[in-house]
């Protein structure tokens, strides 16, 4: 069984930053594009970032510039660094990995999300 757990939410004040990270356990035999979501409430789960297995990445346009998203494929971890936080980007924030484990195809798995609030 594959497991992604979230951490490094929490509350911030705007303008601040904070990190996200997400580690993938369990049988694997290989991560594909990994990625983070977010969803705040009354609304649709939106994209925030992706990064493929070679590194390559795409942003949500109001992101850009402000969040990098990275991965440790030795760790098996996404990261997500959220610079210059804005209340808008208040939401839950899940990560998600194409992930492989042994015969078969890859597979989607979720995190279980975690909570970023930016306010003062």
Same mark, same amino acid.
């Given at each position: #069984?594959v497991?992604?757990?979230?951490?490094?939410?929490?509350l911030? #004040?705007?303008?601040?930053s904070?990190?996200?990270?997400c580690?993938?356990?369990?049988?694997?035999s290989s991560?594909?594009?990994m990625g983070?979501?977010?969803?705040?409430? *009354?609304?649709?789960?939106?994209m925030?970032?992706?990064?493929? %297995?070679g590194g %390559?990445t795409?942003?949500?346009? %109001?992101?850009k510039?402000?969040?990098?998203? %990275?991965r440790d494929n030795?760790?098996?971890t996404?990261?997500l660094?959220?610079?210059?936080?804005?209340?808008?980007?208040?939401?839950v924030?899940?990560?998600?990995?194409?992930?492989?484990? *042994?015969i078969?195809?890859? #597979?989607?798995?979720w995190?279980? *999300?975690? #909570?970023?609030t930016?306010?003062?």
């Amino acid at each position: #069984q594959v497991q992604l757990v979230e951490s490094g939410g929490g509350l911030v #004040q705007p303008g601040g930053s904070l990190r996200l990270a997400c580690a993938a356990s369990g049988s694997i035999s290989s991560i594909y594009t990994m990625g983070w979501f977010r969803q705040a409430p *009354g609304k649709q789960r939106d994209m925030v970032a992706t990064i493929t %297995s070679g590194g %390559s990445t795409n942003y949500e346009d %109001s992101v850009k510039g402000r969040f990098t998203i %990275s991965r440790d494929n030795a760790k098996n971890t996404v990261y997500l660094q959220m610079n210059s936080l804005k209340p808008e980007d208040t939401a839950v924030y899940s990560c998600s990995a194409n992930i492989a484990s *042994g015969i078969g195809y890859p #597979q989607l798995y979720w995190g279980r *999300g975690t #909570q970023v609030t930016v306010s003062s």
